[in-house]
């Protein structure tokens, strides 16, 4: 440290001063780590009567007076920029927590309204229906019964419709994990899809998040790309989960803010992840996508 090295005193420690939750002080070294106030004998560093950190030295530098406050002067504005540094690392990090703990909340209100719309609203139609069809068995046909006939298909449209929305709020196909929910969707393509998936455990929320992307991209090279072949691979190296998927289509494809790809990149953002697109025209496309999968 700069400042023991002026002092010549080994046992130079600075803390600086930050507010804490409710306000109160909260000591923290200069890698960002928690610490203590310094013991006496220490000096407080101000800076507009605003406390910036405390520096503990040694008895031998405390009976320096006159060396302490020229080294303390000349040490006051590195101290205040490695005080913001801190300052900004520790907000930086307060934001990504509380980016976690709003995609854990939100992923967590998309599974109860899941489980609200198979448990409960789908369930009671599917039951109003049979009860329909049981009531029209013993009514003679006529016009009672043809508008029971249309009763029933009106509800069975309205199932399928919730089975609809319950499947983009959350794929069902991950509670059995997302190498179950990938073969799936491989299953139902017109074109060949190749598939490698590592069978570790992940988060649920990550794993919604890589099929999303999975998704997305099979069905933009199916749809738009005019892809013959498309090749899924997922693989998980130390606290990251990759997700990458190429097409042999047209190419051209780019991300746009709000639509398909642009909405995608938000999705695996607000995960803490980051997605990349190459896509040369007439060279096929590769998505590929990064996501965070620290146990």
Known sequence: MALADALRDRAVRVAYALTGPE??????????????????????IRSRRRLLAVVGFGAATASRPALLADVLREAHLPLELARSRIEVRVA??????????????????RRRLERDLHDGAQQRLVA????????????????????????????QEAVAE????????????????LP??????????????????????????????AYYVAAEAVANALKHASSRHVVIEITREAAMLQVRVSDDGRGGARIVPG???????????ANGGTLHVDSTPGAGTTVRALLPCAS
């Open 23 to 44: 306000g109160s002080p909260l000591w923290l070294a200069a890698g960002g780590e928690r610490t203590s106030r310094p013991d006496e004998p220490a000096r407080e």
């Open 92 to 109: 930086l990090a307060e934001t990504e927590a509380s980016r976690a703990r709003i995609v854990r909340a939100g992923y967590e209100e």
């Open 128 to 155: 109003i229906g049979m009860s329909l069809r049981l009531a029209q068995r013993h009514l003679p046909p006529g016009l009672a019964s043809a508008t029971l006939d249309g009763a029933v298909a009106e509800l």
């Open 162 to 177: 919730l089975r609809r929305i319950s499947q983009g709020v959350r794929p069902s196909g991950l509670d059995d994990g």
């Open 180 to 209: 179950a929910a990938l073969r799936t969707l491989v299953r139902a393509s017109p074109v060949p899809i190749e598939l490698r998936v590592t069978t570790e455990q992940v988060q649920d929320a990550v794993a919604t998040t």
């Open 259 to 269: 639509r398909g790809l642009g909405g995608l990149a938000d999705r695996v953002a």
